[in-house]
């Protein structure tokens, strides 16, 4: 069984990490299954995230129905984070504004945390790995030049 949403099946010991709704759920869904599809044609993903201090591929990670997903009230200006002990995740208002492709990357992001890429020190393997998983361009990526039509933001770290 996948990684799972917390649709209302799950009661999180974090303050403000609550169920999703059914319009958060629909981007949910197409996220996910979005990164079944990721793993399956862009070889790339799994390697990279093989690299990351947990080894895990991310086939691992959303194959492990122990990583729980909810929804995180009040988390503006971040799109998501982890909460590290539990290893439980939260996708904010922000991401779910900013649309579809914007949940999967924070998805990404934060699923790399929870491999092992560093939250802090301005440690960018959290947001790399959004890129090695399609969702980025090589000129963001070589050149540290944003482009507001990809996810990836070269800038972030932690």
């Known amino acids: 069984m996948p990684f799972q949403f917390n649709v209302g099946d799950h009661s999180s010991s974090i303050l403000n990490y609550t169920r999703f709704d059914s319009a958060q759920y629909g981007k949910l869904k197409w996220a996910r299954n979005r990164l079944f599809r990721m793993v399956k044609n862009i070889p790339g993903c799994n390697a990279y995230f093989r690299t990351l201090p947990g080894g895990r591929s991310l086939s691992d990670m959303i194959g492990d129905s122990g990583i729980w997903v909810n929804y995180g009230s009040g988390l503006s200006p971040l799109y998501g984070e982890i909460h590290v002990p539990t290893g439980e995740i939260a996708v904010g208002d922000r991401a779910f504004n900013m649309g579809r492709w914007m949940v999967l990357a924070t998805l990404v992001h934060e699923l790399a945390h929870h491999n092992g890429a560093p939250i802090t020190g301005g440690d960018t393997r959290a947001e790399e790995a959004v890129y090695h998983c399609g969702l980025g361009n ?19 770290g932690g």
Request: proline letters at 16%; hydrophobic letters at 10%.
């Open 138 to 156: 090589s000129r963001e990526y070589y050149d540290g030049v944003d482009d507001p039509n990809t996810p990836y933001d070269p800038s972030v």
